[in-house]
């Protein structure tokens, strides 16, 4: 069994900034050797998070705006009136999207479907150097 890490920095605009990881989980992969086994993506910090869906403007913009509706960013949130950030929103975003996702490798591959990429979205509402980790482990 082996295991192989690596991080990558992502430079992001916050406020919903969706990036497609995917080749940069391939070449991760690619490096490891790895030929069966799992890949988790992980994004450390509590303003971010990670998931998969179809790259492509018009899903990525649905997904910004539903994100918008479940939490909307002008509304009060406690975390603001205690830290004063005013980024209690991207908090409770990436509470329920989730930092990290597994993704089964099979012969070699990233078991994603056709239309489905590994994306970074960044709930801040800043710009961020946010890192991500790719870990491969199995054989």
């Known amino acids: ?17 969706v ?7 391939e070449e991760a992969l690619r490096r490891s050797g ?10 450390p910090g509590s303003t971010a998070g990670v998931t998969t869906i179809e790259f492509e403007s018009g899903a990525v ?3 910004k705006k539903a994100i918008e509706r479940l ?8 975390h603001d009136a205690r830290w004063g ?4 929103f991207s908090h409770v975003r990436a509470a329920l999207l989730g930092p990290s996702l597994s993704v ?11 239309w489905q990429q590994i994306v970074l979205i960044d709930f801040d509402n800043r710009p961020r150097s ?5 870990t491969v482990t199995g054989d």
């Open 61 to 63: 913009d649905d997904l």
């Open 34 to 43: 790895v030929q069966e086994g799992v890949m988790l993506v992980f994004t």
């Open 71 to 78: 939490v909307p960013e002008k509304q009060h949130y406690a």
């Open 19 to 25: 990036h497609d990881l995917t080749n940069r989980a």
């Open 130 to 134: 946010r890192d991500v980790v790719f």
């Open 85 to 88: 950030d005013g980024n209690g």
């Open 104 to 114: 089964p490798v099979t012969h070699g591959r990233l078991l994603l479907g056709t």
């Open 1 to 17: 069994m082996a295991t192989y890490s690596s991080t990558v920095q992502i430079e992001t605009q916050g406020h919903n900034d």
